[in-house]
């Protein structure tokens, strides 16, 4: 039940688009028969069918993509009917008219019948997508009745604004949020709308409250809280990584973004939510896995070379296989080329510093050009890394950090990663571990497609000329 409720947005959002695009499909088979078996429009003498399927693929995907970004696939989207309408519309316009373009260059001579076509399946796409999206809401708030994808919420402050933001939230017509309770120093019950919400704790003892009761959202309803206090409360939400809102003030409402669909209209900031969620995640987890299967397949004779020089220049195996912590904490098996001698723990060190004696000639090799990490492409395979994330930790490191570094258990909100942030610039090994945390922090929190592959090319690009650290 844990791992269904912290992935469903992405299961939602998976939900969405399948559905989207089974629409879009659906569009583009009515187009079809209107064009071409009722005959509504001038006759194309032949090739039907492959002069059809170019352009129902262009359409499909062109909508798709529009939708995107005009932030259909936004999570939490709290839209009105008249809302649902406009952005539909916008998305499967934008996807027809760049079908259009697209093929303006290929089909030159055929433009009148794409236009046509086009036409046909812009106003039955537009009328099939705002229906299926009617019927998707309508699915998501019978199971949110149940239960079901429902986001379990926490407000801490019992005063004006923390009445403020229970009573929006008994509003919210989609049921999407449940009121698990109030965390307050001094209060013991508070009434709005009509619900009696008890006081579960004091603000010292959330991270107790937050494990308890499983909670998936934290709205902080004090606007006059110190930096201090906040401080302290996202600290207790580290372990149990739940999600922070925080109904700022008006200095902070004027240089801060707030976030879209909120509650009921309310201005909130998110304080410490990641950038991976719902179709985001998705699409890093897919090509993540492109990613992994195309570099095991293509680098597979070399890496059975790489294995074959290990066990001809030192005694013992050819991989090193070591507990490690990921996502949500779990721990899994990272595997990797083995660079040091077969005795080398026993010796006491932990940390690799420079000329470590206990490297072998081949892993001196292996560690300049990262190439001991390739094997951990199965990990990504597994689902326990991502190719670009934050390097994994052994237990009784992460242990120890939990309490000398501030927010350090917010990296593993992610899975963990082959390369990151932190190490293409420069902190592997023996580095600061607080400025390590600070780059995958800063990553965490501002993922996006684009910073992957930046952070892909960065790693080729040392890669290739040899890392010394």
Do not use: C
């Not at 509504?40 to 970004?69: K, Q």
């Not at 006081?199 to 909670?215: I, P």
């Amino acid at each position: 039940m844990t791992w269904f409720r912290r992935n469903w947005e992405g299961l939602e959002a998976t939900g969405t688009v399948a559905l989207d695009i089974a629409a879009l499909l659906a569009a583009t088979a009515i187009a079809y028969v209107v064009r071409f078996r009722l005959g509504w429009g001038p006759e194309l003498a032949s090739n039907r069918f492959l002069f059809f399927v170019p352009v129902n693929l262009t359409f499909t995907v062109a909508s798709v993509l529009a939708g995107l970004a005009l932030g259909l696939y936004t999570r939490h989207r709290t839209a009105g009917p008249l809302d649902r309408v406009v952005r539909a519309a916008g998305a499967v316009t934008v996807g027809a008219l760049l079908t259009v373009a697209a093929t303006f260059f290929v089909i030159q001579d055929r433009l009148e019948f794409v236009r046509l076509l086009v036409a046909y399946m812009w106003l039955s796409g537009i009328v099939l997508v705002v229906v299926g999206r009617s019927l998707l809401i309508g699915v998501r708030q019978a199971l949110n009745r149940f239960g079901i994808g429902v986001t379990r919420v926490i407000v801490v402050g019992a005063g004006t604004e923390g009445t403020e933001v229970l009573a929006r939230l008994f509003d919210e017509r989609t049921r999407r949020f449940q009121v698990v309770g109030l965390v307050d120093d001094f209060a013991t019950s508070v009434t709005a709308r009509g619900h009696r919400v008890p006081v579960l704790g004091r603000v010292d003892s959330l991270a107790g409250v937050l494990s308890e009761h499983q909670v998936d959202k934290v709205v902080v309803a004090i606007p006059s809280l110190s930096h201090d206090a906040l401080l302290g409360i996202l600290e207790q939400t580290e372990a149990s990584f739940t999600d922070v809102w925080l109904l700022p003030d008006l200095f902070q409402l004027m240089v801060s973004p707030v976030t879209t669909g909120g509650i009921r209209g309310l201005p909130l900031m998110a304080v410490n939510e990641v950038r991976l969620q719902g179709l985001s995640r998705l699409t890093k987890r897919s090509l993540d896995l492109a990613g992994a299967m195309f570099g095991m397949v293509m680098l597979s004779i070399p890496m059975m070379l790489v294995a074959l020089a290990i066990r001809l220049d030192s005694a013992g195996p050819v991989f090193y296989v070591q507990q490690r912590v990921g996502r949500d904490q779990r721990r899994f098996p990272i595997i990797k080329f083995r660079t040091m001698h077969r005795d080398a723990e026993l010796r006491g060190q932990t940390w690799t510093v420079a000329n470590d004696p206990r490297i072998t000639r081949v892993g001196r090799v292996l560690r300049r050009y990262w190439i001991d990490e390739l094997p951990q492409l199965i990990n990504v395979i597994r689902g326990d890394m991502s190719l670009v994330g934050p390097r994994p930790e052994r237990t009784s490191y992460v242990r120890q950090f939990e309490r000398e570094y501030s927010r350090y258990m917010v990296r593993h909100r992610e899975r963990a990663g082959m390369t990151g942030w932190a190490q293409v610039n420069g902190l592997r090994g023996n580095s600061s571990i607080d400025e390590r945390t600070r780059y995958d922090l800063y990553y965490v929190e501002n993922w996006s497609l684009l910073f992957d592959l930046r952070i892909l090319m960065r790693t080729l690009r040392i890669v290739m000329r040899g890392d010394v650290a």
